[in-house]
Every structure is written in C-alpha cells, then in structure tokens.
C-alpha cells in the first residue's frame, strides 16, 4: 500500500513562492503518474498538475507558467513549485499517485495524501 506524505504548505505573503513536497513509502513511485490537486474552501478538489513515469507534464490551464511539477525518483518524492502566490491559490493541496486522466477534466487517483495548507494573505 503506497502512502503518501506532504509537507511544504504554510501562510505566505501574495507574490510569495513555496514549493510542496510529497514523500511516498509502501512502493516505487518511479512506477507511477503523480500529480498534485487542491480543494479551496467551499470547493471541490481541482487538477493542479501531473508527472507520467516518463517525466511529461500537465497543468491546469489557468497556472501553467506559475507552478512547476517535478519528480526525483531516486529520493521516491514529487515537488511542487509554486511562485507567484495568490490569495486564490489558497488550498488544501494534495499529492496524488497512479493518475489517470479519464478526459473531460475527471481523473482517477489511486492513492491519497493527506492534504497540506496553503494559505496566501494579500
């Protein structure tokens, strides 16, 4: 059972950057698609970005160019750098392993992190 562990989030001034971390164990997170979500107050969790095994990326059209997905596999961990900082980037972020985009914005996660706290005060 691959679990899943973020850390990174925290309070930060707009304009601010910050960059998540998810730590994965139980498993090689080399044989998985990653990717990042996030659920704002009164909102359903929404794609941020993902990471295929093979290394290429998607974003969320709306912040393509603000946040960068990487993957270090040799450390088993997936980053999420994030600059440029919004009060509407506040979130509870999430780090998401075996992602499969079904189309039509729906995706498929097979495991979970937690959720770490990103909030930006303006």
């Known amino acids: 059972q691959v679990q899943l562990l973020e850390s990174g989030g925290g309070l930060v001034q707009a304009g601010a950057s910050l960059r998540l971390s998810c730590a994965a164990s139980?498993?090689?997170?080399?044989?998985?698609?990653m990717g990042w979500f996030r659920q704002a107050p009164g909102k359903e969790r929404s794609f941020v970005a993902a990471?295929?095994?093979?290394?290429?990326?998607t974003y969320a059209d709306s912040l393509e160019g603000r946040f960068t997905i990487s993957r270090d596999n040799a450390r088993n961990t997936v980053y999420l750098e994030m600059e440029s900082l919004k009060p509407d980037d506040t979130a509870v972020y999430y780090c998401?392993?075996?992602?499969?985009?079904?189309?039509?914005?729906?995706?498929?996660?097979?495991?979970w992190g937690q959720g770490t706290q990103v909030t930006v005060s303006s």
């Open positions: 998401a392993g075996g992602v499969v985009n079904l189309g039509f914005g729906t995706y498929r996660v097979d495991y």
């Open positions: 139980g498993g090689t997170l080399s044989y998985y698609n």
């Open positions: 990471i295929s095994r093979s290394g290429g990326k």
